[in-house]
């Protein structure tokens, strides 16, 4: 979960434009963004790095993805997020992580060693701050990642919100807060949230901008690799001078030599 340690992105700088409202009357707060720029970098990395998910699973990082900026994007300045989805059906394990900080955001696709369990299960490690670490976890049915984080919210934050699909590539959340009007809430459609700010009376809260970007270096694949080196370099290198190794955060591809893997342990 480290993040980049900086101060809040500028609105002039280039990136995914997040917007937060409150919803005067009906006490709710409504995040919403376009994600088509936030996609085209995502899939530029995917290029990048050969890196080519199944269609399913596809579709299903983009919705988890947009979930998870709009989840972001109405939370504090100084909390880096991350968020385990583990599916039965299909079987895999979706990954994100974002630090609000500086509005990087990333994650990948698992699908090797995912293990088999009797439901899938959704788990939530946030830092605030200079704080400890804290995680929760709910289990939730079906494949769909808004059902997983709604369910987050209502059994873990201890209220509701819902996400919402509305076309284009454009996604919003509605999320409850203190005498929100429930009957209001729960009867919501993605056609009357996209009619919200005509319908009822909004004032904005925030502008966040948030970019798709992970940080993984040549010295951070090292600190991965070197408890493995330290306990038997032979089995970890067998005969071969370099090893790729992916990185656990967004998959992208690193090259190691065994050279460089010696000198950074001897520093250490």
């Not at 997040?18 to 990395?45: I, K, M, S």
């Not at 494949?143 to 209502?154: G, I, K, L, Q, S």
């Not at 076309?167 to 959340?173: F, N, P, Q």
């Amino acid at each position: 979960m480290s993040g980049l340690q900086s101060t809040p992105p500028s609105e002039k700088e280039p990136g995914l434009e997040v917007r937060t409202w409150f919803v005067r009357e009906r006490n709710a707060l409504l995040a919403q963004a376009d994600f088509g720029p936030l996609y085209v970098d995502y899939y530029l990395h995917l290029a990048d790095h050969g890196i080519k998910p199944e269609l399913e699973h596809d579709a299903m990082f983009k919705r988890a993805l947009a979930g998870f900026v709009l989840h972001c994007a109405s939370r504090p300045w100084n909390e880096l997020t991350a968020w385990t989805i583990n599916f039965q059906s299909p079987l895999v394990n979706l990954f994100l992580t974002g630090d609000n900080e500086d509005g990087s955001v990333t994650g990948r696709v698992f699908t090797d060693n995912v293990k088999e369990m009797a439901e899938n299960l959704f788990f939530a490690d946030v830092i605030r701050g200079k704080g400890e670490k804290r995680r929760s976890s709910v289990s939730f049915e079906g494949n769909d990642p808004f059902v997983a984080f709604e369910e987050f919210y209502r059994r873990s934050e201890q209220r509701s919100a819902r996400f919402f699909d509305l076309g284009d590539e454009s996604y919003a959340l509605v999320s409850e807060h203190p005498d929100c009007d429930m009957p209001w809430f729960d009867a919501l459609t993605p056609a009357q949230v996209k009619s919200l700010h005509d319908d009822e009376e909004t004032n904005v809260m925030e502008r966040r901008i948030q970019r798709w970007h992970c940080g993984c270096n040549q010295t951070r694949m090292l600190q991965v690799l070197a408890p493995a080196f330290q306990a038997d370099a032979d089995a970890l290198f067998e005969d071969d001078p370099v090893i790729e190794i992916r990185c656990p955060r967004c998959a992208s591809r690193h090259n190691v030599t065994r050279e460089a893997m010696e000198a950074y342990v001897a520093t250490i």
